[in-house]
């Protein structure tokens, strides 16, 4: 019989339930299986059809584990089994109590299964001493970079950000490689409540997970943050291995008979704009009225990914929009093919709510940002983009805003002046020139630490190698 030391090393993913999380843990569970290890994903009965595709036309042998989301136990409807879907701070302090009450399933998995490794979202704070329970070491995967993770936890140690007198003064975030600027008003809503809801009490319970785990795996590359990959390892001692951008890894398949690639096919290299702002950002009217406004102003040609329907009453575009922009620009309702889209040689900006998996695949494709932070980390990924890689403009938001802010009828918090006069930066003239070329330059060094003998390569097979030292 076979021994487990000679047996294939078996790793279990648990990744949080939003579509940023999802979608990088599917394609670093892809990663790890081309290297010969054996791949679970564990997720939730609506979820697990967003990981059937993916998996069947992965080519590699990779199982799927359902669990119970707990609606019932916490007073969610059922079926809310996705952050997005939960559309009231109520229903989100509901979503958040429901994760933590899964942990009972996995403890259940994990000792009927005994896998090598744990790899779990780091909202999942309880996975550290469950995987403990077994003997099994658990990564962390927080969805972000280097960078964020480092200011966030300077933050909290100085708290530099209680020094100031008002949400809009600037203070310096202590301890970074670069003298980093923020106001209050840019900062995650936990860092300026004094009432403890479940939602600051699983980043405080995470960050403490955190200190106890095995390490934590990064969708970066060592090229693009390493001041930020080595403060991060030697001043807060934490383990940490960068694998990304794994977006590279899964290459999408471009479909010509999608009318925007078609129409792409058509257009002059880096001339066409393109604006997203991820699964979770849902704008006002106002607000999207303030983009049509500036878009037809730049005179710049786009392709525009909204979440409106086509019947509904279009009060966000003004009137007679899309008849004077045909042939100029597109607007996509609903999902777009992004990385795809990115890849295309016509696209020459992307203007992105700053979320990580959207600016590691602008990097990848060597497209320059205009950055338009709403929440999360956001904030942290504009300073990176546009002050530390200088591939980036900012379009001039100032405030983080939940979920529920900014999506209620309210007014514009980015006028149209100041988003065509970030359009024509990014495309027109000397200083867009001087962009794009250190966008190329990093979308070249993105390819090459994927590669055999890059940065990301070997730091994956180095992490390999330590779970099968630990294993032995």
Request: hydrophobic share 40%; charged share 20%.
């Amino acid at each position: 019989m076979e021994t487990k030391s000679h047996q294939p090393l078996q790793i279990f993913f648990f990744p949080y339930m939003g579509q940023g999380y999802t979608v990088p843990l599917i394609n670093i569970s892809k990663l790890f299986a081309s290297h010969g290890v054996r791949t679970t994903i564990i997720t939730t009965t609506l979820n697990a059809p967003l990981f059937s595709k993916p998996i069947q036309s992965s080519g590699f042998d990779i199982e799927l584990l359902v669990i119970k989301f707990p609606c019932i136990e916490v007073g969610l409807p059922e079926g809310i089994e996705r952050p997005n879907l939960a559309t009231t701070l109520e229903m989100k302090e509901k979503f958040f109590k429901a994760t933590t009450l899964l942990q009972p399933q996995i403890d259940k998995i994990l000792d009927q299964h005994r896998p090598d490794c744990l790899v779990a979202d780091t909202f999942f704070a309880w996975a550290t001493d469950v995987a403990a329970k077994f003997s099994i070491p658990r990564l962390i995967f927080h969805g972000t970079s280097f960078f964020p993770m480092c200011a966030s936890l300077n933050l909290l140690l100085y708290q530099p950000h209680k020094k100031v007198s008002s949400d809009s003064e600037s203070f310096v975030i202590p301890n970074l490689p670069d003298k980093i600027k923020m106001t209050r008003n840019q900062l995650p809503v936990f860092f300026n409540q004094n009432v403890e809801t479940e939602f600051t009490k699983l980043v405080k319970a995470s960050i403490e997970s955190e200190k106890k785990s095995y390490g934590v795996i990064v969708n970066s590359f060592y090229e693009l943050e390493s001041n930020y990959a080595d403060h991060y390892r030697n001043v807060f001692g934490r383990k940490a291995w960068h694998i990304g951008p794994v977006s590279l890894f899964n290459k999408a398949a471009v479909d010509e008979e999608n009318g925007c690639f078609h129409w792409l096919n058509f257009k002059k290299p880096s001339s066409v704009i393109y604006i997203c702002f991820g699964s979770m950002t849902n704008f006002s009217d106002s607000q999207l009225l303030e983009i049509a406004v500036g878009l037809e102003a730049s005179g710049q040609e786009f392709i525009w990914v909204v979440k409106k329907e086509k019947n509904e009453k279009e009060e966000w575009l003004p009137k007679g929009f899309e008849q004077r922009m045909e042939g100029k620009g597109v607007i996509i309702r609903g999902w777009a093919p992004q990385v795809a889209i990115l890849e295309h040689e016509a696209i020459g900006g992307f203007v992105t709510h700053c979320g990580w998996n959207s600016i590691l695949e602008a990097v990848s494709a060597g497209v320059p940002m205009i950055t338009w932070p709403v929440s999360a980390e956001q904030f942290y990924n504009e300073k990176l983009v546009t002050q530390i890689l200088g591939i980036g403009v900012v379009v001039g938001a100032q405030k983080w805003s939940t979920f529920e802010e900014n999506s209620v009828k309210r007014e514009a918090i980015v006028q149209s002046e100041a988003i065509e006069k970030a359009l024509t930066r990014i495309m027109v003239g000397g200083e867009a020139e001087k962009i794009r070329s250190k966008a190329n330059a990093l979308g070249e060094m993105a390819t090459r630490a994927v590669q055999v003998g890059g940065s990301s390569f070997s730091d994956l097979n180095a992490l390999i190698e330590d779970l099968r030292s630990l294993r032995a």
